[in-house]
């Protein structure tokens, strides 16, 4: 660790970074507003903001203007000064890559979509070449419509539907593609030279993790699982995301929660993800055929539709898979202690059916007099959570050092 610096200058220059950070992340997050709204939001003194957003205008980060009216003793009111982000030629950029297709999107600082576009890639197992194609031409046509538009891209991440870690990142292994370890920053910017020099490889579940905990006020410690490719999850723990040395926590639909049991892709016997994955529900409701001709998001999105429907051959391939989960959950809330355990993916639309299989479990006996069991709520973000989650990601780290937005295109 680099010693501190005698003067404290160190110290005061990461001070000043955080809290110019704060300012630009509330008014991405809430819009243009006064500096005495700035100061009750982020909870600086009027001094600080005074002094942080003169340096903010000067740099051309910060606009501002007359608008709105204030009161004033005379009833006449006064224009507000508001201030907003002066962004407009700033954009940021998601490519994700699930079992099914590549998507981009394009959008704001403050999160408006402005280019989206997604195209199937035919899932040729054990093949990452012909789909790395697909998604290099995703990139591409997003960054040629960012050149369009006049916008600079400054925050790019890229969603992976498997577990990532190193450094510099890889997809450790996709089971849904048939990859072993594959560089796949590496092998975009070999197709796509544009690719930024600091675009952040990252899994879905996590940055969707983080979107639906946004959503919940006050909830500081969650579990999230979901099941769309795969089954994935992450933990938060005191607000802050568990992820371990080798970036491999949340791997849920790898526990080895049936005794013998099948073997997995992973090595592992009896693997969640073996009698409660998408691929297993999908063939025992008797739609094998669907997830081959139009994929996973569509055959799975029709499992829902039969199952609200009461078809007994969905329903006999759900209640198995939905006892293993409640399972699962069961052990895994003794584990974490969470305030509340969300439901992602396909699940989320049948979280009503597993929260009594999970209530009737209930806790060890040696624990029950202390135990509440956690609530089980249904993601709100539904198939895009990991894409909110990104460009959260993305704007959080650009508003991190904000200077970055008084950069000017030559």
Same mark, same amino acid.
């Given at each position: 660790?680099?010693?501190?610096?005698?003067?404290?200058?160190?110290?005061?220059?990461?001070?000043?970074?955080?809290?110019?950070?704060?300012?630009?992340?509330?008014?991405?997050?809430?819009?243009?507003?006064?500096?005495?709204?700035?100061?009750?939001?982020?909870?600086? /003194?009027?001094?600080?903001?005074?002094?942080? /957003?003169?340096?903010?205008?000067?740099?051309? %980060?910060?606009? $501002?203007?007359?608008?709105?009216? @204030?009161?004033?003793?005379?009833?006449?009111?006064?224009?507000?000064?508001?201030?907003?982000?002066?962004?407009?030629? %700033?954009?940021?950029?998601?490519?994700?890559?699930?079992?099914?297709?590549?998507?981009?999107?394009?959008?704001?600082?403050?999160?408006?979509?402005?280019?989206?576009? $997604?195209?199937?890639?035919?899932?040729?197992?054990?093949?990452?070449?012909?789909?790395? &194609?697909?998604?290099?031409?995703?990139?591409?046509?997003?960054?040629?419509?960012?050149?369009?538009? @006049?916008?600079?891209?400054?925050?790019?991440? %890229?969603?992976?539907?498997?577990? %990532?870690?190193?450094?510099?990142?890889?997809?450790?292994?996709?089971?849904?593609?048939?990859?072993?370890?594959?560089?796949?920053?590496?092998?975009?910017?070999?197709?796509?030279?544009?690719?930024?020099?600091?675009?952040?490889?990252?899994? &879905?579940?996590?940055?969707? =993790?983080?979107?639906?905990?946004?959503?919940?006020?006050?909830?500081?410690?969650?579990?999230?699982?979901?099941?769309?490719? *795969?089954?994935?999850?992450?933990?938060?723990?005191?607000?802050?995301?568990?992820?371990?040395?080798?970036?491999? =926590?949340?791997?849920?639909?790898?526990?080895?929660?049936?005794?013998?049991?099948?073997?997995?892709?992973?090595?592992?016997? *009896?693997?969640?993800?073996?009698?409660? *994955?998408? $691929?297993?529900?999908?063939?025992?409701?008797?739609? &094998?055929?669907?997830?081959?001709?139009?994929?996973?998001?569509?055959?799975?999105?029709?499992?829902?539709?039969?199952?609200?429907?009461?078809?007994?051959?969905?329903?006999?391939?759900? $209640?198995?898979?939905?006892?293993?989960?409640?399972?699962? #959950?069961?052990?895994?809330?003794?584990?974490?202690?969470?305030?509340?355990?969300?439901?992602?993916?396909?699940?989320?639309?049948?979280?009503?059916?597993?929260?009594?299989?999970?209530?009737?479990?209930?806790?060890?006996? =040696?624990?029950?007099?202390?135990?509440?069991?956690?609530?089980?709520?249904?993601?709100?973000?539904?198939?895009? =959570?990991? #894409?909110?989650?990104?460009?959260?990601?993305?704007?959080?780290?650009?508003?991190?050092?904000?200077?970055?937005?008084?950069?000017?295109?030559?």
């Amino acid at each position: 660790m680099t010693p501190l610096p005698r003067d404290g200058s160190r110290v005061s220059s990461d001070i000043r970074r955080h809290n110019l950070g704060l300012l630009t992340r509330q008014l991405a997050s809430a819009g243009p507003q006064s500096r005495t709204r700035l100061a009750e939001a982020t909870g600086l /003194t009027k001094g600080a903001i005074t002094a942080l /957003t003169a340096a903010l205008v000067k740099a051309g %980060v910060l606009k $501002e203007g007359a608008e709105g009216a @204030s009161p004033s003793r005379s009833g006449t009111g006064r224009k507000r000064t508001l201030l907003r982000l002066a962004a407009d030629d %700033v954009a940021l950029l998601v490519i994700q890559l699930d079992a099914d297709s590549a998507t981009a999107l394009l959008t704001t600082v403050a999160g408006d979509e402005l280019f989206r576009m $997604e195209r199937q890639h035919g899932r040729p197992m054990g093949r990452p070449g012909p789909i790395i &194609d697909v998604l290099a031409d995703t990139l591409r046509q997003a960054l040629d419509e960012a050149a369009r538009i @006049s916008r600079r891209v400054l925050g790019t991440v %890229v969603v992976v539907f498997a577990p %990532v870690s190193g450094d510099p990142a890889i997809v450790l292994a996709d089971t849904d593609l048939g990859w072993g370890p594959v560089d796949l920053l590496g092998e975009l910017r070999a197709r796509e030279p544009r690719l930024a020099a600091d675009a952040r490889l990252c899994p &879905d579940a996590t940055l969707a =993790a983080q979107a639906e905990r946004s959503l919940l006020d006050g909830i500081d410690d969650m579990l999230y699982i979901k099941s769309n490719s *795969g089954i994935g999850g992450a933990a938060i723990s005191g607000g802050r995301l568990i992820v371990g040395p080798r970036s491999m =926590a949340g791997a849920f639909g790898h526990l080895a929660v049936v005794p013998d049991g099948e073997l997995c892709l992973c090595g592992q016997h *009896g693997c969640l993800v073996t009698v409660a *994955g998408p $691929e297993v529900v999908l063939r025992d409701a008797g739609l &094998d055929a669907l997830l081959q001709s139009d994929g996973l998001s569509a055959a799975l999105a029709e499992f829902v539709r039969r199952m609200r429907a009461g078809d007994e051959q969905a329903i006999a391939a759900w $209640e198995p898979a939905a006892r293993w989960v409640a399972k699962t #959950l069961s052990l895994l809330s003794i584990v974490f202690d969470p305030d509340v355990i969300v439901l992602g993916g396909y699940w989320a639309e049948l979280a009503d059916t597993v929260d009594p299989l999970f209530q009737r479990l209930g806790p060890p006996v =040696a624990l029950a007099a202390g135990w509440t069991p956690p609530a089980i709520l249904a993601g709100t973000l539904g198939a895009d =959570a990991a #894409l909110h989650g990104a460009v959260w990601h993305a704007r959080d780290r650009l508003l991190a050092d904000p200077m970055q937005l008084s950069a000017r295109r030559d």
